[in-house]
């Protein structure tokens, strides 16, 4: 009889560890987009320095392959995935991906997931659209190539100018459309920061973009050095859990994707236009 006891309290036990563990609130994702310099030498020791997680998006377009003055070199990409941060595939060429060229995406993931290799970088599983340009016909291709989680921007719901944004929401939001909840522009402040992590609330997860700190190459993306020096301690300060894309697996683990991908996007689209719900 407490054999039998046994038995079922073990099987209780398994059940309750299996799925996905519940998201806590101030959960915050950081993403680095383009390779950048500045990402090496200012980030990486920032986030050494608070024990951040993040994720690289490394691409080889712009002129990563001719200008090191202002993109790292591979061996420095390797050194931040010894360092223990995530890299992630952002295509060969900074490739904006749509309806008509999606074919040509294949080719440009495993130009970088070659890459790798060759530097001892595991295969990367996450993924962002470069320039933030979406296309339905990219799921299939994502998911052939091993990508469990894709960043996209704040587009549609917002315009890409601004940078703004929305959470990520379990159930909702398609794992290979995770929107970006703040996309950090040159004349953003502490409140714009502010603004994107206070989504990250209620089971959402608040997932942040940046580019170079500074971006030289990039300057409609650029995020001086003292800004997020401020952006990083209020994280810090704030008691944020800051994590890699690749480290939101435990809490999305057995959660069914949405029948159609897209729908949570235009339901969105049309609250915002409605006033239904605070941009
Ligand atoms: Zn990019």
Redesign the pocket.
Known sequence: MRRNWMLLLLVVLTLETRGAEPIPDKLVVLTF??SVASQFTVVRPLLQKYRFGATF?I?EGFSFSTDKKNYMTWEQIAQLHRDGFEIGN?TRD?FGVNSKNFAQLKEQLQAINDRCATHQIPKPTSF?Y??NSIAKEALPVLAEMGIRFARRGGAPEFPYEKGGGLAYELGLDHLLLIPTAGDARPDWTLDNLKKAVALAKNGKIAVLQF?GVPDLDHPWVNTPVERFGEYMKFLNEGGFKVIALRDIEKYVTGIDPPPDPFAIIETRKKAISNGTSAP
């Open positions: 987009d383009d998006f691409t952002h900074h962002a470069p320039g580019h």
